[in-house]
């Protein structure tokens, strides 16, 4: 749903061609470009012209800014090869890219300029319908986890008890994140909702005994996540007048996208509906979910380590 580009500065020498490549990517379509190498800006305003110079400037910033050229990874860069050199090179010992795109086509990985529109690799699902079990619910948003460094899990009702639908998406979603192909990631978070309900099983951990959902956490959920990382749960109440905890998300630094069903494992046959959230809806989202947000009222929050 969510997919880097490796694309050669050189292609946009020109103001026609960089408009006309701007238009295929961006967070909306689900497809981004790789600043690589870090010089990528210098190397693109390399043209005689200072009005071309001034018009790809203010064309790279804009990029920049909504976040279709993004530095989101490691960038090792060996200035006596050539541009796609280092690509493939990356491509192959550190993270693939979607494509690497440039007036190159010597493997399957690349893509020539000319015929980008029809590549198959240029072919991105916004949405889709999906089994719901956790390598797949785990496959479609693993593109996007890997390129990012702040992920939200968003689902009011996960439970960490040790018969869980959670465990098997969760272990799945933490993989993802952190795969040997990932970017560094900064912080991981779970929200959920604060469940307020009477007492009438002590083993229910959804409860409102801040100490039985934690300890539930420790004992199942942290041998899910992988040693020396961590996640930190924040359990929140819906405001007065306010909006409900319902939707489900993965939130990141980048997109999010919605699981209709939930984040847990379903039964077999059944699917869930998952669809890219980018612009006003992830804006909202995202910022409903900060750690000082006023989308709702915090009740408790606690970091399970993993083991």
């Not at 006309?20 to 800006?41: H, N």
């Not at 699902?125 to 996007?144: D, F, G, H, N, Q």
Request: charged share 25%; with cysteine; aromatic share 12%.
């Amino acid at each position: 749903m969510m997919y880097e580009y490796a694309v050669d500065p050189v292609l946009f020498s020109s103001v026609e061609r960089a408009r006309y490549l701007r238009q295929l990517f961006g967070r909306d379509k689900g497809r981004i470009i790789a600043y690589f190498p870090e010089q990528w800006k210098d190397i693109v305003e390399q043209t005689d012209s200072p009005l071309e110079r001034v018009r790809l400037r203010n064309l790279v910033i804009g990029m920049l800014k909504d976040r279709t050229l993004f530095r989101c990874r490691r960038c090792d860069y060996n200035k006596k090869l050539y541009w796609w050199e280092n690509a493939l090179n990356h491509h192959v010992q550190l993270r693939e890219f979607r494509a690497i795109i440039s007036k190159q086509a010597t493997r399957d990985c690349f893509v020539h300029i000319d015929e980008l529109e029809e590549n198959p690799k240029m072919s991105i699902k916004l949405e889709a319908v999906i089994p719901r079990i956790a390598s797949e619910m785990a496959k479609v948003a693993a593109p996007l986890l890997q390129l990012s460094s702040e992920i939200r899990f968003v689902d009011p009702y996960f439970d960490p008890t040790e018969k869980s639908n959670y465990h098997a998406t969760f272990k799945a979603f933490m993989d993802a994140a952190h795969s040997e192909s990932s970017i560094p990631v900064t912080e991981i978070q779970f929200h959920l909702k604060y469940n307020n309900r009477k007492n009438k099983d002590p083993n229910d951990y959804n409860l409102n005994d801040s100490g039985n959902f934690e300890d539930a956490c420790i004992k199942n959920i942290s041998p899910l996540i992988p040693n020396g990382k961590k996640v930190t749960f924040f359990r929140w109440k819906n405001m007065r007048n306010g909006d409900g905890l319902h939707p489900r998300y993965i939130l990141t630094n980048i997109a999010g996208i919605s699981y209709d069903y939930g984040l847990d494992q379903g039964f077999l046959g059944q699917t869930t509906d998952v669809k890219l959230i980018t612009g006003e809806i992830f804006n909202t989202r995202w910022n409903q979910f900060k750690r000082d947000g006023a989308g709702f009222r915090p009740m408790d929050q606690f970091v399970i380590n993993g083991k």
